[in-house]
Nanobody, 124 residues
Framework: QVQLVESGGGLVQAGASLRLSCRAS????????MGWFRQVPGKEREIIAV????????YYTDSVKGRINITRDGAKNTVYLQMSMLKTQDTAVYYC?????????????????WGQGTQVTVSS
């Protein structure tokens, strides 16, 4: 079992930067690959970025490549999503998720643990 709590969302202007955090508790953090997803009303929850258990491998969906960086800090049991050059279309609820699957999992169904989500709103 692992509990995930996201933070760092908010209202920003287009072009700004924002860092989301997701703190894990309740189990061995290093056992989990971590993913960030986002969802807007009426649409499917989509993968944004994934980082492997060791942090050596990462994945980014095409729409965010070059603007987003996922990292993890084992000492703090926290995974981060650094976002820059934000666009209005980045507005969504952002979710942190954990999977015990080895490597990079990009499908929502592969994740068994989810945070409550944090709202990111980008204004023009």
């Amino acid at each position: 079992q692992v509990q995930l709590v996201e933070s760092g969302g908010g209202l920003v202007q287009a072009g700004a930067s924002l860092r989301l955090s997701c703190r894990a508790s309740g189990s061995t953090f290093r056992s989990f690959s971590m993913g960030w997803f986002r969802q807007v009303p009426g649409k499917e929850r989509e993968i944004i970025a994934v980082i492997s258990q060791s942090g050596a491998s990462t994945y980014y969906t095409d729409s965010v490549k070059g603007r987003i960086n996922i990292t993890r800090d084992g000492a703090k049991n926290t995974v981060y999503l650094q976002m820059s050059m934000l666009k209005t279309q980045d507005t969504a609820v952002y979710y942190c998720a954990a999977t015990s699957s080895i490597g990079i999992a990009t499908q929502r169904g592969g994740y068994g643990y989810w945070g409550q989500g944090t709202q990111v709103t980008v204004s023009s």
